[in-house]
C-alpha cells in the first residue's frame, strides 16, 4: 500500500513462552512471556519511509495485536456431536 521498493527482506521471529503446573493434577498453565521480530532489509528509499513501513506493519499485525491487548478467547467443544460442558478454574 506504501509502495516501498525493497530488494529483499529477512524477518525472524523470537517468542518466549513458559508453562507452569501440572496436567495430571489440573494445574497446567501456559503463557508468552517476551516476543522479539528482527527484520533486515535491503532498499534504497529513505530511512524515514522504511521506518513508517515498519511501524505499520506491526500495528497492523493481528499477532502483536492479540498479544498486546486483552482477547477475549472462547473454547467451543463437542463430543459425538453433543456439546461438551468444560469445568473452568474459579
Known amino acids: 500500500m506504501m509502495k516501498i521498493a525493497i ?8 517468542a518466549r513462552y513458559h508453562r507452569a503446573g501440572s496436567i495430571l493434577a489440573g494445574t497446567a498453565t501456559a503463557g ?8 533486515d532489509l535491503d532498499s534504497d528509499e529513505p ?10 506493519a506491526e500495528a497492523s499485525c493481528y499477532t502483536i495485536g492479540a498479544i498486546r491487548e486483552p482477547t477475549p478467547c472462547e473454547l467451543v467443544a463437542s463430543v459425538n456431536g453433543k456439546p461438551l460442558e468444560i469445568a473452568r478454574e474459579a
Open 32 to 39: 508468552c512471556d517476551s516476543v522479539r521480530t528482527e527484520v
Open 7 to 14: 530488494r529483499n527482506a529477512r524477518v525472524r521471529v523470537h
Open 47 to 56: 530511512i524515514g519511509r522504511v521506518s513508517e513501513l515498519l511501524r505499520m
